[in-house]
Structures are given as C-alpha cells and as structure tokens.
C-alpha cells in the first residue's frame, strides 16, 4: 500500500493531509523519515506519525437495539463497558436516538465512514404507535408532511393508530417535530438502511459482518429508488 494511503485510511481520512505530512518530514516509516508520498509500505513495517505509531485495525460496527428510557449521553454501566472492550480509547461515533425513542443505534469506528457526506443517502424505518386513532383528515396531514421532506419519505398505516414511516435519517428531527403534534405512545427506529433488528433483542448488541458493513456503505453512498 501507498504511503499516503496508509496514512489516510489508518490516521487522518484525507490524501490530502496525509501527504501534507509526509511532506513536512512527519512520517517515518521503521526508523526512517519518508518524504515520498508513494513509498510502498510492507507488510511488517512500522509507520508512525509525529513519533507515534499508526495503528492498523478493523474498522468494527456495532448495532444496538436501544430501549426507549435509555439516554445515549449517559449509558447504562454495561454498555459503557461493552462499548470500552469493543473500541479502543473510546474513540467511536454513533448514529444515535435520543432518549423516549426506541430502536436500532449504530456505533462505529471507522474514520473513512464520512457520516455529513452521507446522511441524505441513509434511509431510517420507523414503527409509530399513537396514542389514539387517527382521522382521515390528520392521516393526511401527515402524509402531505412527510411529501415535503424528501422524494423518498413514504407513510404506511397499518391501522388508524399505527404507521410505518420512511424517511432518510438527516430528516428525524423534522419528523419527531411533527409527531408532536399527534401524540404517539412509541416510536421504535426498525431499520437503518439494509440493517434490521433481527437477531438483535431490546438491549443487546451485535456486530455487523464484512458483508453487512460493505452493503450499508454502498448504500448510503447513493439515493434509494422506490416507487410512490
């Protein structure tokens, strides 16, 4: 592999200042300085960064299938020390819910996984329990909301007091705004593009496979087509 991209998919997630490094004379590579940003780095060699050695690691994905009195910035005891096993340093990112909401949270490490690039492009399901019954009248509120969202937002209801919505996650918060206004007695993330809450009980974790992370990365790369 290419010095630059060692440095990039291991350290900083930029070419760019990868090799700005490299240029500085920051980067040694066993106990040597290398300035050649196309270096070709062995297998076995050591490559560090300002004298600090550049971990190779696997990038690992964790979903969590949160309960609803579960609040993100302060986790239970046994998640913190789930979370602190798995990650090194603590150093991790979530796709997270906030507390009085249910459902799947993703968390994971992986540096080159650029989340602002990618959140128009990441589908999140749904399953809203109301309080009461809704009319024709506010079934269609809702579903006229959500069109102005985004082309790909889509409402089912599975009965007066229970919907199925769609939408693309860098929307979540217009839509919890909205449902506000109805009342809802839960409201449960089911699906996070390809990835489901099978085989994942509420409060327990999985890790996500190879293939798994390829298809969840592939996906939020581009829109999802659905037919209206």
């Known amino acids: 592999m290419k010095l630059n991209k060692f440095i990039s998919k291991y350290q900083t997630s930029s070419k760019k200042k990868a ?6 004379g920051k980067v040694k590579v066993n106990t040597s300085i290398v300035t050649d940003i196309f270096y070709e780095v062995d297998k076995g060699d050591k490559v560090l960064l300002n004298n600090k050695l550049v971990n190779i690691k696997i990038d690992g994905y964790i979903l969590y299938n949160k309960p609803k009195d579960v609040d993100l910035n302060h986790l239970p005891k046994h998640v913190i020390n789930f979370l602190k096993n798995f990650y090194s340093n603590n150093d991790y990112k979530s796709l997270n819910i906030r507390k009085g909401i249910s459902g799947l949270v993703l968390f994971y490490d992986d540096i080159n996984f650029n989340f602002e690039k ?5 589908s999140v399901l749904f399953d809203i329990q109301f309080d009461s019954e809704l009319s024709k009248d506010e079934k269609d509120d809702i579903s006229k909301f959500l069109n102005t969202l985004d082309e790909l937002s889509e409402i089912n209801f599975i009965k007066n007091n229970n919907a199925a919505i769609r939408i693309m996650i860098n929307n979540e918060r217009l839509l919890f ?3 506000n206004n109805y009342g809802c ?10 990835l489901d809450k099978f085989e994942v009980p509420r409060g327990k974790f999985r890790e ?3 293939i798994e992370i390829l298809n969840f990365k592939s996906l939020s790369t581009s829109p999802i087509k659905t037919s209206r």
């Open 118 to 122: 990618r959140k128009k492009f990441i």
């Open 19 to 24: 090799e700005q490094y490299i240029n500085q």
């Open 208 to 210: 996500l496979n190879k």
């Open 177 to 179: 705004k909205e449902l």
């Open 185 to 194: 007695n839960s409201i449960d993330r089911v699906l996070i593009s390809n």
